[in-house]
């Protein structure tokens, strides 16, 4: 009896140890089969990425990913810290033109092995140009935007104006002349006075939004049109050009001068009839259809001085520098830019604009709404990289929303600009 009375204790203690608290211990997956995915919480964004990471899992069923999201305006402050740590997140998903930011201070993986010149035909040259550092890839094209100009079709027909079109955009001169026209005919029709342009937030800034303006007054290739120098640390003798003070000057008259834009915030001005137009991007089309059914509105390309554009960059996926897993990190990334992967999140997220070329074409169901082919005609045809720098969350800082703020705001502008690269450029040496 012995041997089974001890047979009996060394079960027991297996069991003991096997259901320790109540319950059966699991075998740790290999550690090359856990991913950790982190996204901002923008509109779709973590949605579209379970989506994702469930049909990866569904076709690698030893792979674990996991998701985690924290606030838009969190979430640039959450990768410092933990990029800083050594345990990090292996995928992450963020603005296109962080990606140069980013690599600079050694925090991304190049992705050439994923996605070399061969395959990056595929894709928005200007993307591939924003996400590219020092001859490298570190962030894989996903989803795209760019900007356009809403009109109210009401106003516009109540002046007897036809809108410009894809084919031919309007000059900033011959938009003004064409925006007081509409607004005297609406002031003498109800009485109403207008604002000509609004932005999403007023005054208009940014650089996303209000730099076009500046490159525009300059040749494709010329110092205006480039905005920053090759490498991005320089503003001097790009910036300052006289062409772009000339537009500088423009857009601070629209302000100071003509009263055609508010200095004050208006919400949804343009939504609620008290704008003529808009500078906006492909979302506000659904939130006007859906919010605004009544008003009756329409798209045409950015005005321009010389030569048309509108700034590209939307969100890219990247592969964090400490990461353990980085064969599973750039497998997932690849699987995430396939079409495959593009159909699966944005059948959850909803449809965006994206950086494959020749994506729209393929599935038209995901595109067939008016806007949307507009917009992907718009950015086919004037998209243009924002000025590439490692350190453009500071250019967009100084440049985009001081400078202009100041410029609107009615500062001179000679010493407003020359003072604001000043700080740029100093800043950019202690990087």
């Given amino acids: 009896m012995k041997k089974p009375v001890a047979m009996l204790i060394l079960i027991v203690m297996a069991s003991a140890m096997l259901f320790a608290n109540g319950k059966v211990e699991k075998a740790p997956l290999e550690e090359s089969k856990v991913l950790k995915i982190f996204v901002p919480q923008s509109p779709g964004v973590p949605q579209g990425m379970e989506a994702l990471a469930k049909a990866y899992m569904e076709k690698n069923p030893d792979t674990q990913i996991s998701v985690r999201s924290v ?3 969190k979430y640039k402050e959450q990768l410092t810290v933990m990029w800083s740590s050594d345990e990090v997140d292996d995928i ?9 930011t980013n690599a600079y201070f050694g925090s991304l993986l190049p992705l050439d092995d994923i996605l070399d010149v061969s395959q990056q035909g595929l894709f928005v040259p ?30 516009f027909a109540l002046a007897g104006i036809e809108p410009a079109t894809l084919e031919n955009p309007w000059t900033w001169s011959q938009w ?67 062409e772009a003070m000339e537009a500088y000057a423009f857009y601070q008259d ?15 001005a343009f939504a609620t009839g008290q704008s003529i137009t808009m500078i906006s991007f492909l979302a506000t089309a659904s939130q006007l259809n859906s919010k605004f059914p009544d008003l009756s509105w329409g798209l045409m390309p950015l005005p321009y001085f010389k030569t048309p554009l509108t700034h590209t960059g939307g969100f890219a996926i990247s592969v964090s520098a400490k990461t353990k897993v980085p064969n599973l990190a750039k497998d997932f990334v690849k699987f995430a830019g396939s079409e495959e992967g593009l159909v699966t999140y944005f059948k959850t997220s909803g449809v965006d604009l994206v950086s494959r070329i020749g994506f729209a074409e393929k599935h038209p169901e995901l595109y067939a709404k008016e806007a949307q082919q507009f ?27 001081d400078m202009f703020e100041d410029i609107v705001s009615g500062a001179d502008i000679e010493k407003t600009v020359k003072d604001k690269i000043k700080i740029f450029e100093n800043q950019m040496k202690n990087l």
């Fill in 176 to 242: 003004k002349e064409n925006i007081l026209a509409v607004r005297d005919a609406v002031e003498k029709k109800n009485g109403q006075r207008l604002w000509g342009l609004t932005f999403l937030s007023n005054p208009g800034a940014g650089d996303f939004w209000i730099t076009p303006i500046i490159r525009s007054n300059g040749v494709k290739g010329s110092n205006t049109y480039k905005a920053i120098s090759p490498d991005g640390m320089t503003l001097t003798g790009y910036a300052d050009t006289p």
């Fill in 375 to 401: 917009f992907l005609k718009n950015l086919e045809m004037y998209g243009e990289a924002r000025p590439i720098t490692p350190g453009y969350t500071l250019y967009n800082a100084i440049i985009g929303f």
């Fill in 126 to 155: 200007s993307v591939i140009e924003t996400a590219t550092y020092e001859g490298h890839l570190y962030a894989y094209p996903f989803r795209e935007s760019c900007s356009a100009m809403y009109y109210n079709k009401e106003y």
């Fill in 254 to 268: 629209l302000y100071q001068k003509d009263n055609i834009c508010s200095l004050a915030e208006v919400p949804d």
């Fill in 92 to 100: 992450i998903m963020s603005a296109v033109t962080d990606a140069p």
């Fill in 71 to 73: 606030p838009f305006g």
